[in-house]
Nanobody, 117 residues
Framework: QVQLVESGGGLVQPEGSLRLSCAAS????????MGWYRQAPGKQRESVAT??????TNYADSVKGRFSISRVNAKTVSMQMNSLKPEDTAVYYC????????????WGQGTQVTVSS
């Protein structure tokens, strides 16, 4: 069973920075996608940034140029968030999709990010 441990959320002022990390335990496969999603109050959960096991990344338009996702190792991803805005306030969830071998879809418990003065 795959488990995800998230860290790094908190309260930051506008234009500040935070780094989120997500460490997976268990088998996430040789081909997988790890990423961060977020859900603000009253809104649907949305994709923020993803990275494949090959290193390809994808970002939401709203965070391009401000957020950067990277692989620390095969089972850990980090996302650097700069120039944070109040509209970035949300619960951020780590997700792992195992593609090969087999299929699997796993979510972390979420970490709160609040951007406020």
């Amino acid at each position: 069973q795959v488990q995800l441990v998230e860290s790094g959320g908190g309260l930051v002022q506008p234009e500040g920075s935070l780094r989120l990390s997500c460490a997976a335990s268990g088998s996430i496969g040789s081909l997988n996608v790890m990423g961060w999603y977020r859900q603000a109050p009253g809104k649907q959960r949305e994709s923020v940034a993803t990275i494949t096991s090959a290193g390809s990344t994808n970002y939401a338009d709203s965070v391009k140029g401000r957020f950067s996702i990277s692989r620390v190792n095969a089972k850990t991803v980090s996302m650097q968030m700069n120039s944070l805005k109040p509209e970035d306030t949300a619960v951020y969830y780590c997700r792992v999709r195992r593609l090969i071998p087999g299929n699997g879809d796993y979510w972390g418990q979420g970490t709160q990010v609040t951007v406020s003065s």
